[in-house]
């Protein structure tokens, strides 16, 4: 470690949001008796934060009568897995194997289940290696470390973003431990969860790094998260929006394909193409207001093959022309409860 023992200065406190809409805020601490050992960057981390979505407190918790309104550990794994996972995070819709049930917590604690991935007298690792990839890039409780995290799903839901999460006791917690905020969700402009999270990480980076001037890994977080608005990143990100096939490394080639074939199909109707699955729009932390056709692929169901995409995208322009009926569009639209296997 370098010598490093720890700090005893408070490098500040960072909150960003509204608490009755959505609120983080992460406060640096001097590390006490109770941080775990670690690296320089991780110890000069410790602290606690708080994540509050419409005026609850996710962070709440109790240990028997004892309270607590934030969360202790060290932050820097989690601001880490924030810059990784964004893109996934603001853009990707669909859980895991199907669409189980209304809320992405509620999907994944049908599908990442024993009894869901044992079938037919047979483990099915293929759903359990895709569950687990979906919960790595969408679950925050899969970066505590362990810390005591709250387990909290985030993820796009058409052009809103959910942040849905349960009571469940994470592994190694003290007798009597549990949160006190009970199962939810809540759906809201990706602006009102991205500009207060991106802010809050960003100041939190650059306290970190006027500390510890001289290290590589906090230097590559700030650029990571000083980079997550570049115009660069809309591409890759309407592509995660669209989210075609079940393998994450495929899906901007795929789309990219996919445009590349409608653009020589209808080059006598470029408009109609842009529209659904053209411009992502401007530089920004996410992608929102365009491109509806990946909007549409990305909340359908897994197990859509590429004749299948190909298809509902052709009807979708052919019927939402310029100089053609929309109503011709009726035939192809049908109502389903979300609760339905893909």
Wanted: hydrophobic letters at 40%.
């Amino acid at each position: 470690m370098s010598g490093f023992i720890g700090r005893t200065q408070h490098l500040g406190t960072f909150g960003h949001g509204d608490r009755e809409v959505f609120f983080v805020q992460f406060s640096f601490e001097p590390a006490g008796m109770d941080a775990v050992a670690g690296s320089e960057e991780e110890l000069l981390s410790w602290g606690s934060f708080e994540w509050w979505v419409g005026g609850r407190n996710l962070c709440s918790h109790r240990v028997g009568i004892e309270e607590g309104r934030a969360v202790h550990w060290n932050l820097l794994g989690l601001m880490e897995w924030f810059a990784a996972n964004w893109d996934y995070l603001f853009h990707e819709q669909r859980p895991p194997i199907r669409n189980a049930s209304a809320t992405g917590w509620e999907s994944l604690q049908e599908t990442h289940s024993p009894w869901a991935l044992a079938g037919h007298g047979a483990w099915d690792f293929a759903a359990a290696v895709a569950n687990e990839e979906w919960r790595a890039r969408h679950c925050l409780v899969t970066a505590r470390e362990g810390g005591l995290f709250p387990d909290i799903v985030l993820r796009r839901h058409g052009n809103e973003v959910e942040i849905s999460w349960g009571d469940d006791v994470p592994a190694g917690a003290p007798e009597g431990f549990r949160f006190t905020e009970s199962q939810g969700a809540v759906r809201l402009a990706p602006a009102l969860v991205a500009e207060p999270l991106h802010a809050v990480l960003c100041s939190a980076a650059v306290a970190l790094g006027r500390s510890l001037p001289n290290s590589r890994r906090l230097g590559r977080l700030i650029k990571e998260l000083h980079g997550l608005a570049n115009r660069g990143r809309q591409e890759r990100r309407v592509a995660v929006l669209a989210g075609l096939g079940s393998s994450a490394k495929r899906w901007t080639a795929r789309w990219t394909s996919l445009q590349n074939r409608l653009s020589r199909e209808f080059k006598g109707d470029p408009k109609t193409v842009i529209r659904w699955f053209g411009d992502p729009g401007e530089a920004g932390l996410f992608v929102a207001g365009s491109c509806m056709g990946a909007v549409m692929f990305g909340c359908a169901s897994p197990a859509l093959t590429e004749a299948d995409v190909l298809c509902l995208a052709r009807k979708l322009i052919e019927h939402s022309g310029t100089t053609r009926d929309p109503d011709k569009l009726q035939p192809h639209v049908s109502h389903k409860p979300s609760r339905t296997e893909g």
